[in-house]
């Protein structure tokens, strides 16, 4: 249980990190990754407790934290 959480807050990271690279989103390099890291936690707990979801904890990391990226609207923002 502990490797697969630690795997989903890499995986996370490394997926907010490449968002924010290829220009999918505009919210800043930390708060792309912070976005990930969440919607991947929220979904592996998620996982957990219901036990739905994919069979493989990488694929669940990479659909939640592209999820958390779209569901978080930062880029629509005004400044």
């Known amino acids: 249980m502990f490797p697969s959480m630690i795997g989903t807050v890499v995986i996370a990271g490394i997926v907010g990190y490449l968002a924010e690279k290829s220009g999918f989103t505009r919210?800043?390099?930390?708060?792309?990754?912070i976005i990930c890291v969440g919607g991947a936690f929220l979904?592996?707990?998620?996982?957990l407790m219901f036990g739905f979801g994919f069979n493989s904890p990488g694929l669940n990391?990479?659909?939640?934290?592209i999820g958390a990226l779209i569901i978080v609207p930062f880029h629509w923002r005004r400044k």
Request: aromatic fraction near 18%; charged fraction near 5%; glycine fraction near 6%.
């Open 43 to 47: 979904f592996y707990f998620v996982r």
């Open 61 to 65: 990391a990479i659909v939640s934290s």
């Open 27 to 33: 919210n800043g390099i930390l708060a792309s990754i």
